[in-house]
């Protein structure tokens, strides 16, 4: 099989990667909005913590492993009414970011759970015993001493949204994705389906890398 490179439409290819973009950040931001409280409540609830509540933590901790079992092409696929209904279209870039924040909200809080179970206890017990408030608990102690962890979930959740973003692609969401499965798919230009493959890995490659910088950093202070 041999590749014409000269029928790629880099302009085309250009507002693709700038779609995924746009569709990274808005999602990344609404996932860290609703995913960060969600995930502090799922450990204040837990066993032996400072909001310990079985039933409430039992109901957040459901509806967090439904949302977590849906394979993300059904999700999109059933949450079509309702992304119409709150951005007024299914489709494109506006149509993709809701199915995308509730894709990855509960993944992202699980992640906040596991981070905040590794801060020492002793030093949870320390602050306590100064008569420190639960606010002051989680904003002064928690968040900061899980810093590292919480930028680590942070990386992991865009990476993920990354391959998200492609798949909404197939009902139309926009981006590299949708890219990919009009030209590289349906009307066999391989030449496109490789270059979309390639921004895709860069772009995971780069989050990897701006991760783990920033983890490093946030360790050393």
Do not use: C, H
């Amino acid at each position: 099989m041999e590749l014409d490179w000269n029928l790629l439409d880099w302009t085309e290819i250009g507002i693709a990667t700038w779609d995924t973009l746009r569709m990274l950040g808005w999602s990344l931001f609404f996932t860290v909005l609703f995913g960060l409280p969600l995930g502090v409540l799922l450990f204040l609830t837990s066993r032996r913590q400072l909001l310990q509540n079985g039933l409430l933590n039992k109901a957040l901790s459901f509806v967090a492993n439904v949302l977590r079992s849906l394979p993300f092409l059904i999700l999109l696929v059933v949450m079509i009414p309702l992304t119409a209904w709150l951005v007024g279209t299914s489709l494109g870039v506006e149509g993709s970011i809701p199915p995308l924040v509730v894709g990855a909200t509960p993944f992202f809080a699980r992640l906040v759970e596991t981070a905040l179970r590794e801060v020492d206890r002793g030093v949870i017990e320390a602050v306590q015993s100064l008569g420190a408030t639960r606010w002051q608990i989680v904003s002064k102690v928690l968040l900061p001493e899980s810093r590292p962890g919480l930028v680590a979930a942070i990386t992991v959740t865009a990476i993920t949204l990354v391959s998200y973003t492609a798949m909404s692609g197939v009902i139309g969401g926009g981006g590299l994705g949708d890219l990919a499965i009009r030209y590289g798919y349906q009307r066999f230009q391989t030449e496109v389906m490789i270059i979309t493959v390639v921004i895709l890995i860069v772009m995971v490659q780069l989050l990897q890398m701006l991760g783990d910088w920033l983890v490093t950093r946030v360790s050393r202070k």
